[in-house]
């Protein structure tokens, strides 16, 4: 990693659709080999399908609350102190808590068994929405580490 200069955030578009740049950057992180149409055909299907089982929900909504319910606000990372090697736990910037909840539900919805890709993000987004599934399972399992680690805090930088 360059010590020199810090990267440049690049600012993105909002979407067409909701008006909103994370969206954007979600659709992004779904895409493979370029193909931000199909990327966006399987985001939209997904919000569509999650209105579609639940009449009560919203998709944009269940997506940005399954969004608030996954960014870690800590982690771990890890600090080599003398030979040996610390996890600290460390606040999380915005910028990243956003990064890592959009990796994760990416992630996870894609572990998923079976079905299209659509109806995996939809479940994944709608558990994640409702406290459960991968994605806030793995936010989780990052809370329980910071605590467990939380002796070794005097030592971050």
């Not at 909103?20 to 569509?48: H, R």
């Not at 997506?63 to 600290?88: C, D, H, L, W």
Request: aromatic share 10%; proline share 4%.
């Amino acid at each position: 990693m360059s010590r020199k200069h810090q990267a440049k955030i690049r600012d993105v578009l909002p979407d067409p659709i909701f008006n909103d740049k994370v969206v954007t950057k979600f659709i992004s992180a779904l895409m493979y080999d370029g193909k931000k149409s199909k990327a966006e055909t399987i985001f939209y299907g997904a919000l569509k399908l999650i209105e579609e089982r639940n009449p009560t929900e919203v998709g944009y909504d269940v997506f940005k609350k399954a969004m608030n319910q996954i960014k870690p606000s800590v982690e771990v990372r890890s600090r080599r102190i003398g030979g040996a090697t610390y996890q600290v736990p460390s606040e999380v910037r915005p910028f990243r808590r956003q990064s890592l909840a959009i990796r994760w539900l990416r992630d996870y919805a894609r572990l998923r068994s079976g079905k299209s890709m659509i109806e995996k993000l939809a479940e994944e987004l709608f558990d994640a929405s409702a406290n459960r599934g991968g994605a806030f399972k793995k936010k989780e399992d990052v809370y329980k580490m910071a605590e467990s680690n939380k002796a070794f805090a005097h030592l971050k930088w």
